[in-house]
């Protein structure tokens, strides 16, 4: 496969930090653990009490969208679609809802987010975004098949642009579980890009050249998948860069062209 | 009764997870759901839990129940009037 199109977004929280495109990087304060950790103050400038209510996946979908969004000021995101491959979908609050109802007072909240493509319904109900949606739940790499389902998106003409993000949100208590391998443990993460198949009046307008192969998008080994970060870095500090991507389910590259 | 107000209070925000709110910002007289606190149908379902929870209060239906989130302070007594937990 063979896909291009342009940045005009993008924003990461990681464990060493905050990243967006015009804002650079900004560590997390002495007190904070990490993305977990994300005030609202943070990411988004209006007061949100019920930013506090989010459930872990749906806080990070939230607040890296938050912060691409807050970034981009007078554009109509009403039929953007949003594609999110995640890792591990909702089971820190699979996990959470399980243990409330075991104790015998089941939280609605926690049920209410039982579902990978809930930080989805989040971003779409905040930020007002009512086009097409696709959630890729485990697999190798879904944060890159999230992407190539942007791009189909693209290609059918289905949205004028897609927000695509990546996360991982399994809470530390969990990462021990005998449901999840010893080998697949990442810090939470979550990165967004905002891309479009043509060049906008104002934007960032990244050309981005997605290509390679697919293998096994069935194969559940969580990598970390860093090369967003590596994408946002170079988008950041207006470089050129090319990285190539070797993992068990995807082999090809990922290039951001000169600014 | 105000001391049971301002309780729940903070067990609405603490429950609730509210960001960016303290006791003093909510109004035990105004609209408990659907108003600035931007609680939903599940932030209800929570408080119902809460009741039940602490104060061993239940909400028989939905009439009892549109009354007893109208406020907090008619959450404080419709609690006050039918707990069976202290």
Redesign the interface.
Request: charged residues 25%; hydrophobic residues 20%.
């Given at each position: 496969m063979h896909a291009a199109g342009f940045i005009q977004g993008c924003s990461a929280v990681h464990q060493s930090g905050r990243y967006s495109a015009r804002g650079g990087h900004a560590a997390w304060e002495q007190n904070q653990q990490g993305p977990l950790d994300v005030?609202?103050k943070q990411v988004y400038e209006q007061?949100?009490?019920?930013?506090?209510?989010l459930q872990c996946a749906d806080k990070l979908a939230f607040s890296a969208a938050a912060m691409l969004f807050g970034e981009l000021s007078g554009i109509d995101r009403t039929d953007f679609g949003i594609c999110l491959g995640t890792v591990y979908g909702s089971l820190s609050t699979d996990i959470r809802y399980m243990e409330s109802l075991v104790a015998g007072?089941?939280?609605?909240?926690y049920f209410?987010a039982t579902l990978p493509s809930s930080p989805v319904a989040e971003v779409a109900i905040r930020f007002g975004i009512k086009g097409p949606n696709r959630v890729v739940c485990g697999g190798a790499c879904p944060g890159l098949s999230a992407l190539d389902c942007a791009f189909g998106i693209l290609r059918k003409n289905k949205a004028p642009a897609a927000l695509v993000m990546a996360i991982n949100a399994l809470e530390a208590a969990d990462r021990s579980s005998a449901l999840i391998g010893p080998a697949q443990f990442t810090e939470p993460y979550a990165y967004a890009l905002l891309i479009s198949a043509g060049r906008w009046e104002k934007g960032l307008n990244r050309r981005f050249v997605f290509e390679g192969e697919f293998h096994d998008r069935g194969m559940t080994l969580a990598g970390d998948e860093s090369y967003f970060l590596d994408m946002i870095l170079a988008i950041i500090l207006r470089r050129q860069c090319r990285i190539a991507v070797e993992s068990a389910g995807f082999e090809g590259s990922l290039s951001i062209e000169k600014d | 009764m105000e001391e049971l107000i301002h309780k729940l209070k903070e067990q609405i925000i603490s429950t609730l997870n509210l960001s960016d709110i303290t006791p003093e910002d909510i109004d035990a007289d105004a609209p408990l759901i659907g108003g600035g606190l931007g609680l939903d149908s599940i932030d209800t379902l929570e408080l119902i839990v809460l009741m039940e929870k602490e104060y061993g209060a239940t909400v028989p239906d939905v009439n009892v129940g549109r009354k007893v989130f109208s406020s907090v302070r008619a959450l404080a007594q419709y609690i006050h009037d039918n707990r069976t937990k202290n």
């Open positions: 005030q609202r007061p949100l009490p019920e930013f506090g209510k007072y089941p939280r609605p909240a209410s | -």
